[in-house]
């Protein structure tokens, strides 16, 4: 049986939640979308009322596709708000485990029982956050790229326990979203994408800390001998500093392996709370 999907709660207002929200609505889903961060959320608010004119103005948009996008998203005040009549929940809160935990246990509480936990962490796998429910076969992996609005692939994971219903409902959304679904049959840490992004990301931060090139020039270096369209420490100030430092430390604490540690370049910048783009500064100067 295919599950129809018509509410869509995102529980996260950063760097990924509005935009994913924003998808959604211009797709025509009925959106509301959180986060627990007053000033955030005002942003995320911000952002999207500017988005929406702007895209009028350029004529990417039109007035009446405009129109539905804004009214068919909700910023609302808390998860409960959000959350208590959604058909589909995409968590985007912060990348650490006890945290997502305990808004599962939460979502599980507030929402109908047919609802679809949905996870949209870079790197945590959902069978990690399935036993703080009481629907394990309704929660998955559906993780979205940066920036949302532009990227088009969605990875889909269906850990052994999803329902194939599950899956077919969050691929179906994704479509409807206009996004490039693909579906892993198993769980492995990283996903597809971000497991060819970290050897990247680990090479450059390795020569880096080894003294043999500047961030600028490898950036460079992987831009155009490799055609990739950012380089490594470019893409780390756009995802987030903060959030690579939590991933690196994250699997750490999973595996205990030292070399899972953040590099001392990373490290750094974490302290300094130089967490890239959204802050102004990372490795590069935004100001
Ligand atoms: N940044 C990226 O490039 C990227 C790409 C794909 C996936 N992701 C994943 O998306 C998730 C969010 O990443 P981000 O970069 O948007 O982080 P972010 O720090 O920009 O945003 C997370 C937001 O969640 C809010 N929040 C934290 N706990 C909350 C709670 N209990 N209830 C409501 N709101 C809460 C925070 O206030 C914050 O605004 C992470 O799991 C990350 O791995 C990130």
């Given at each position: 049986?295919?599950?129809?999907?018509?509410?869509?709660?995102?529980?996260g207002?950063?760097?990924?939640?509005?935009?994913?929200?924003?998808?959604?609505?211009?797709?025509?889903f009925?959106?509301?979308?959180?986060?627990?961060n007053?000033?955030?959320?005002?942003k995320?608010?911000?952002?999207?009322d500017?988005?929406?004119?702007?895209?009028?103005n350029?004529?990417?948009?039109?007035?009446?596709?405009?129109?539905?996008?804004?009214?068919?998203?909700?910023?609302?005040?808390?998860v409960?708000?959000?959350?208590?009549?959604?058909?589909?929940?995409?968590?985007?809160?912060?990348?650490?485990?006890?945290?997502?935990?305990?808004?599962?246990?939460?979502?599980?509480?507030?929402c109908?029982?047919?609802?679809?936990?949905?996870?949209?962490?870079?790197y945590?796998?959902?069978?990690?956050?399935?036993?703080?429910?009481?629907?394990?076969d309704?929660?998955?992996?559906?993780?979205?790229?940066?920036?949302?609005?532009?990227?088009?692939?969605?990875?889909?994971?269906?850990?052994?326990?999803?329902?194939?219903e599950?899956?077919?409902?969050?691929?179906?959304?994704?479509?409807?979203?206009?996004?490039?679904?693909?579906l892993?049959?198993?769980?492995?840490?990283?996903?597809?994408?971000?497991?060819?992004?970290?050897?990247?990301?680990?090479?450059?931060?390795?020569?880096?800390?080894?003294?043999?090139?500047?961030?600028?020039?490898?950036?460079?270096?992987?831009?155009?001998?490799?055609?990739?369209p950012?380089?490594?420490?470019?893409?780390?100030?756009?995802?987030?500093?903060?959030?690579?430092?939590?991933?690196?430390?994250?699997?750490?604490k999973?595996?205990?392996?030292?070399?899972?540690?953040?590099?001392?370049?990373?490290?750094?910048?974490?302290?300094?709370?130089?967490?890239?783009?959204?802050?102004?500064?990372?490795?590069?100067?935004?100001?």
């Amino acid at each position: 049986m295919n599950m129809e999907i018509n509410k869509i709660a995102v529980i996260g207002a950063g760097n990924m939640g509005h935009q994913i929200a924003m998808c959604a609505a211009l797709s025509g889903f009925s959106v509301r979308c959180t986060d627990n961060n007053a000033d955030i959320l005002g942003k995320a608010v911000q952002f999207a009322d500017n988005y929406w004119t702007e895209r009028v103005n350029k004529g990417k948009l039109t007035e009446e596709a405009a129109k539905a996008a804004r009214e068919n998203l909700v910023f609302a005040p808390s998860v409960q708000s959000a959350a208590e009549d959604a058909d589909l929940v995409i968590e985007a809160i912060i990348e650490k485990l006890v945290i997502k935990r305990t808004l599962f246990a939460e979502l599980d509480k507030i929402c109908p029982a047919h609802t679809i936990l949905a996870t949209n962490s870079s790197y945590i796998a959902s069978s990690k956050i399935t036993d703080a429910t009481s629907r394990p076969d309704k929660v998955c992996n559906m993780h979205f790229f940066n920036p949302a609005l532009v990227m088009k692939l969605v990875e889909v994971v269906q850990g052994s326990h999803v329902s194939d219903e599950t899956v077919e409902a969050v691929m179906t959304v994704a479509t409807k979203m206009n996004k490039t679904p693909v579906l892993l049959h198993k769980e492995i840490y990283g996903f597809l994408v971000n497991r060819f992004l970290q050897a990247t990301r680990q090479e450059a931060l390795k020569l880096l800390d080894m003294g043999v090139a500047s961030h600028e020039d490898i950036d460079l270096a992987v831009k155009n001998g490799l055609g990739y369209p950012m380089g490594p420490f470019e893409l780390m100030d756009l995802t987030g500093i903060d959030l690579a430092y939590h991933t690196y430390m994250e699997k750490y604490k999973d595996s205990g392996d030292p070399a899972d540690r953040p590099s001392p370049t990373v490290v750094e910048k974490f302290t300094k709370g130089e967490w890239g783009k959204k802050v102004g500064k990372g490795f590069y100067d935004y100001s």
